[in-house]
C-alpha cells in the first residue's frame, strides 16, 4: 500500500481547562468544599485564605477584576509568548492605588456562619473493637496472625464474605504464614464469641442464628427461633407461616412469639458502631430556605463562599520587580512564576464564585418552581419538574443542573432534602391535570401504611383505588413505585 499525505478539517467541541475546573467544583458538596481549597492552597503558594476586615470588595467587583481572557489559548500554567516580557503592573496596584486583594464572599453574609463547625462523633471504630477483643483470647503468634487477617476481612455490616481459601492465600503469599481452611474456621468459631453478638458470620442466617444461640437461656421461644431459622429459613424470610406451623406442629401464639424473637435481633451487627454507622452520617446543607412572612429567601451555607487571596508576599515580590532597574535572567524567571501562580489563584478564586452563581441560579429556580412545597411542606403540592425545566429557567445545561441536584442539599422549615428529592415525572388524570409522580407515590405510601396488616393490599387493589381517586396508572406502574419506596409484596407485609 503506498503512502500518501492529505489535508483535512475537523470541527471538534472541547472543554477548556477553566470549563472542566468549574465542573469538577459544581459536584463538590460543602462538606468537602474545604478540603478542596486546602488542596489548591497546598499546591499554590500565590493562593491564601483571607480575613474579612481587610477586604472590602464585593463580589460583583471581584468578577469584573477576574474576567478570564476571551483568547481560548489561555493558559493558567502560562505558556512562554504571554510570560516572554512579563508585565506586573496590573498585579500590583488596583485603581485606588492600593495593592488589591480578592474575595469571593460579599459583606451580606452573617459572621455567626463562619463560626459554624461541622459536628464529628469521636469514638473507636468496629474493627477497632473487634481488635480489642483479640487480647482475651489465648493464642500464639501464628494464630494471632490469622486471627487478624479474618478481622481485617470484615466488611462494613461485621460479616465475613470472603472465601476460607482465599484468606489462606492472603496469609501465605503477603505474611509467609502457613495454614489451612480447617484451622482458619475453628479461629473463626472463636471470633464469632465476640460482641457484637453476630459479628464474622457468612450470611444473614447464620448471624441471626449466632445471635440467638446468645439468648438459648431465656425461654422456649427463643428455642424455637433457633430451630425456625436452622430448619425453615427460606420459609420464614418468604413468610410462608403455614408451612412452618406444619411442620414443627406450633400453633399461632407460638408462631408469634418465634418472630417476636427474630425481629428484635440485628442484621448488620457492624453497622452500627463507630465509624461504620452510615445511618448517623452528618449531612451539611448547601442552601437555607426560610419563610419570611409568605416571602421565600434563599442563602447559601457560609462555607460555600471561603475568603481567598493573593499572597501579599507574591505581591510584594512583584512590585521589587516592577521598581528595580537590572532585571537579569534569574530575576525575569522568577517573575514569570510568580506570574503563573498568580494567574493560578485569580483562576481558581473565579470558579468558586462562578460555582457561587451556579449554585444559587440553580436553587432559586428549583424554589420558585416548587413555591408551594416550601412554603407548606406538603408533598401533595409539588409540581411535576425536570432536569430540563431547570435548565431552561436558569440558561444552563442539562448536565450542569444535574451536577449539582445530585450531590447538593437544602434545608427548609420541613426538613432537609436532597435537591434531586424535588425532581419527577408527570402524570395525567382523569380531568387533564398534570400530576407530579412524588404525589402518586406519596398517596400510594399512605395507602399501604392504612391498610389492614393481616390483609395486606395487593397491587392490582392498589391500582383499582388509586384510578378510583382519578389517577391513570397501571398495575406494573404502582408495582415500579412501590419497588422504589422500598416497600414489599402484600405477602411480604402480612403480619400474624
Not at 474576567?67 to 485603581?95: H, K, L, R
Not at 468496629?126 to 487480647?135: E, M, R
Request: aromatic share 8%; glycine share 4%.
Amino acid at each position: 500500500m503506498a503512502l500518501g499525505q492529505s489535508l483535512q478539517q475537523k470541527l471538534l467541541q472541547k472543554l477548556s481547562p477553566q470549563q472542566i475546573q468549574l465542573m469538577k467544583l459544581l459536584q463538590v458538596p460543602t462538606a468537602n468544599l474545604e478540603e478542596r481549597i486546602k488542596e489548591e492552597l497546598e499546591e499554590n503558594p500565590a493562593l491564601e485564605m483571607g480575613e474579612d476586615e481587610d477586604n472590602k470588595e464585593t463580589a460583583d467587583e471581584m468578577k469584573d477584576e477576574f474576567e478570564t481572557p476571551e483568547n481560548d489559548d489561555f493558559e493558567v500554567d502560562g505558556s512562554a509568548e504571554e510570560y516572554e516580557d512579563p508585565d506586573v503592573s496590573e498585579y500590583i496596584v488596583d485603581d485606588d492605588g492600593e495593592i488589591a486583594d480578592y474575595k469571593v464572599k460579599d459583606d451580606n453574609y452573617p459572621e455567626m456562619d463562619d463560626k459554624q463547625t461541622i459536628p464529628m462523633k469521636l469514638e473507636n471504630s468496629f474493627f477497632d473493637l473487634v481488635l480489642n477483643q483479640l487480647g482475651m483470647l489465648e493464642l500464639d503468634d501464628h494464630r494471632f496472625k490469622i486471627a487478624e487477617q479474618i478481622v481485617g476481612s470484615l466488611d462494613d455490616d461485621g460479616y465475613l464474605r470472603r472465601d476460607l481459601s482465599s484468606i489462606a492465600d492472603d496469609l501465605a503469599f503477603r505474611q509467609n504464614v502457613m495454614t489451612d481452611e480447617k484451622e482458619i474456621e475453628s479461629i473463626i468459631k472463636e471470633i464469632q464469641q465476640f460482641d457484637p453478638p453476630g459479628v464474622a458470620a457468612r450470611d444473614l442466617q447464620e448471624c441471626l442464628l449466632l445471635q440467638l444461640k446468645r439468648k438459648s437461656s431465656e425461654g422456649i421461644g427463643v428455642q424455637l427461633a433457633i430451630e425456625v431459622l436452622s430448619k425453615y429459613y427460606d420459609e420464614f424470610i418468604k413468610k410462608h407461616y403455614d408451612k412452618i406451623q406444619r411442620g414443627l406442629n406450633i400453633n399461632d401464639e407460638q408462631l408469634k412469639e418465634v418472630v417476636h424473637q427474630i425481629i428484635k435481633l440485628n442484621p448488620k451487627p457492624g453497622g452500627n458502631i463507630g465509624e461504620m454507622n452510615k445511618a448517623e452520617s452528618y449531612i451539611v446543607p448547601d442552601f437555607y430556605v426560610l419563610n419570611n412572612n409568605g416571602m421565600l429567601e434563599i442563602s447559601l451555607n457560609a462555607r460555600n463562599a471561603p475568603d481567598l487571596k493573593i499572597s501579599e508576599g507574591y505581591k510584594e515580590m512583584m512590585k521589587e520587580y516592577d521598581k528595580g532597574s537590572k532585571k537579569d535572567k534569574r530575576q525575569k524567571e522568577a517573575v514569570i512564576f510568580i506570574k503563573q501562580k498568580i494567574d493560578s489563584a485569580k483562576w481558581f478564586i473565579e470558579m468558586i464564585q462562578q460555582r457561587q452563581q451556579t449554585l444559587l441560579s440553580t436553587m432559586g429556580a428549583i424554589m420558585h418552581h416548587q413555591e408551594e412545597f416550601f412554603l407548606t411542606g406538603d408533598v401533595l403540592v409539588m409540581k411535576p419538574m425536570i432536569l430540563k425545566d431547570i435548565a431552561e429557567r436558569t440558561g444552563l445545561d442539562i448536565s450542569t443542573v444535574s451536577r449539582v441536584a445530585n450531590s447538593k442539599f437544602v434545608q427548609t422549615e420541613f426538613g432537609t432534602y436532597r435537591l434531586k428529592y424535588f425532581f419527577s415525572e408527570s402524570l395525567s388524570t382523569d380531568s387533564g391535570e398534570e400530576v407530579s409522580t412524588r404525589e402518586v407515590k406519596e398517596i400510594l405510601n399512605n395507602m399501604i401504611d392504612a391498610e389492614d396488616k393481616h390483609k395486606p393490599l395487593s397491587d392490582e387493589f392498589l391500582t383499582d383505588m388509586l384510578n378510583a381517586k382519578g389517577y391513570n396508572i397501571a398495575r406494573r406502574t404502582v408495582a415500579k413505585y412501590r419497588e422504589q419506596l422500598n416497600i414489599p409484596v402484600a405477602r411480604l407485609r402480612k403480619e400474624l
